[in-house]
């Protein structure tokens, strides 16, 4: 802070009493002349003195007054005042100073208050108004000041009433205009806002690169669960599939196989077996060292009758087998049976031997 010079105190003190001065002599100057007959206007009030005290408050209308012994004292205007409350410097609780400025808004309630409870109403208003600025200022941080004005103006509305309450005024409400700090202090603050809000654009950028990674990581989740239920149903389709390829195969063959045995036990089965198996013979003998390079042949490849013969002497052999087999069953079978009906008749011939010694 700079040092304020003589001068400046001298103008800024002569200032304060040439203002004070000049609202004097306005309220002076407008006091009216006693005609006997008077008007007053509306929502103003008239404070008569006879003989040098206290009379009356004369009303808006029409009013009577005895002329040398009467005399109009005050005039009171009942309306909204508004004053504009000087620059003035304040510390706030951090040891900021600050140039503050704010406007009045007040309203007198009592006449006669106003105008013997004190000198001058609106002088009186005006320093109890930056009076009460710099206390509640010093109960603020610089910070607090600039977020919480409106309860600033309120605590000082509140404590100019409970003041201005003997004046007969009624202080409506009070509005800061301008506060103004020093030059370093705005350059600190500009400098923390700036930080500020690079702090919120790193959490913000911070925040948005963590969300894309989870999104990443959820679709790549997805991507595998959807790409293990679709190899899933594969393989079971692939199963059923398979499944439904070697029944569909196994029911044919036992087809095939049914109509071959009712076809070999029909008359000349015999001849048609041979024909298909001398067919087959010549297939495979034609597609001889086509898959691989190495051929095991008989002895006699030519003769093909001889194969057939050796080929339907195995059917025979086999045939014969199953023929010999199935009547060894069959007599088993029969041999179960007959052996529970020949137990009673031994039961019974034991029975009679004691009978016949």
């Given at each position: 802070?700079?040092?304020?010079?003589?001068?400046?105190?001298?103008?800024?003190?002569?200032?304060?009493?040439?203002?004070?001065?000049?609202?004097?002599?306005?309220?002076?100057?407008?006091?009216?002349?006693?005609?006997?007959?008077?008007?007053?206007?509306?929502?103003?009030?008239?404070?008569?003195?006879?003989?040098?005290?206290?009379?009356?408050?004369?009303?808006?209308?029409?009013?009577?007054?005895?002329?040398?012994?009467?005399?109009?004292?005050?005039?009171?205007?009942?309306?909204?005042?508004?004053?504009?409350?000087?620059?003035?410097?304040?510390?706030?609780?951090?040891?900021?100073?600050?140039?503050?400025?704010?406007?009045?808004?007040?309203?007198?309630?009592?006449?006669?208050?106003?105008?013997?409870?004190?000198?001058?109403?609106?002088?009186?208003?005006?320093?109890?108004?930056?009076?009460?600025?710099?206390?509640?200022?010093?109960?603020?941080?610089?910070?607090?000041?600039?977020?919480?004005?409106?309860?600033?103006?309120?605590?000082?509305?509140?404590?100019?009433?409970?003041?201005?309450?003997?004046?007969?005024?009624?202080?409506?409400?009070?509005?800061?205009?301008?506060i103004h700090v020093p030059p370093r202090v705005k350059e600190s603050m500009q400098m923390q806002v700036e930080a500020e809000r690079r702090k919120r654009a790193t959490v913000l950028e911070s925040e948005g690169t963590r969300e894309a990674a989870i999104n990443v990581a959820e679709g790549r989740k997805q991507a595998q669960?959807?790409?293990?239920?679709?190899?899933?149903?594969?393989q079971i389709n692939k199963a059923a599939g398979e499944a439904s390829a070697v029944l569909a195969k196994a029911e044919a063959k036992a087809k095939a196989i049914r109509l071959l045995s009712e076809a070999l036990t029909q008359q000349n089965g015999n001849a048609a077996a041979s024909y298909s198996v001398a067919e087959q013979?010549?297939?495979?003998?034609?597609?001889?060292?086509?898959?691989?390079?190495?051929?095991?042949?008989?002895?006699?490849?030519?003769?093909?009758?001889?194969?057939?013969?050796?080929?339907?002497?195995?059917?025979?052999?086999?045939?014969?087998?199953?023929?010999?087999?199935?009547?060894?069953?069959?007599?088993?079978?029969?041999?179960?049976?007959?052996?529970?009906?020949?137990?009673?008749?031994?039961?019974?011939?034991?029975?009679?031997?004691?009978?016949?010694?």
């Amino acid at each position: 802070m700079g040092e304020v010079s003589l001068e400046e105190v001298s103008f800024q003190t002569l200032f304060k009493y040439g203002q004070r001065f000049s609202t004097q002599q306005r309220w002076a100057s407008s006091l009216p002349m006693n005609t006997v007959v008077l008007f007053v206007p509306q929502q103003e009030a008239w404070v008569v003195e006879r003989m040098g005290r206290f009379h009356r408050i004369l009303e808006p209308g029409l009013n009577f007054l005895i002329p040398v012994l009467d005399r109009i004292r005050y005039v009171q205007s009942l309306k909204e005042i508004v004053i504009d409350v000087p620059e003035q410097s304040a510390v706030s609780l951090d040891n900021v100073t600050l140039q503050i400025d704010g406007v009045l808004y007040l309203r007198i309630l009592d006449p006669f208050k106003a105008s013997y409870g004190v000198e001058d109403p609106e002088y009186a208003v005006t320093q109890l108004a930056q009076t009460t600025m710099r206390s509640e200022l010093g109960k603020l941080t610089l910070d607090k000041v600039f977020r919480e004005r409106e309860s600033l103006n309120s605590n000082i509305v509140h404590s100019i009433n409970q003041a201005a309450d003997e004046w007969g005024i009624r202080c409506l409400r009070y509005e800061i205009k301008d506060i103004h700090v020093p030059p370093r202090v705005k350059e600190s603050m500009q400098m923390q806002v700036e930080a500020e809000r690079r702090k919120r654009a790193t959490v913000l950028e911070s925040e948005g690169t963590r969300e894309a990674a989870i999104n990443v990581a959820e679709g790549r989740k997805q991507a595998q669960i959807l790409a293990s239920e679709g190899e899933k149903a594969e393989q079971i389709n692939k199963a059923a599939g398979e499944a439904s390829a070697v029944l569909a195969k196994a029911e044919a063959k036992a087809k095939a196989i049914r109509l071959l045995s009712e076809a070999l036990t029909q008359q000349n089965g015999n001849a048609a077996a041979s024909y298909s198996v001398a067919e087959q013979y010549v297939s495979a003998f034609s597609n001889l060292a086509k898959e691989s390079n190495t051929i095991l042949l008989p002895s006699n490849t030519g003769d093909i009758s001889s194969m057939v013969t050796q080929a339907m002497s195995i059917y025979n052999n086999l045939a014969k087998q199953n023929v010999q087999d199935a009547s060894s069953a069959q007599t088993l079978s029969e041999a179960q049976k007959v052996k529970p009906e020949e137990n009673p008749s031994s039961e019974n011939l034991s029975l009679h031997l004691p009978s016949a010694q």
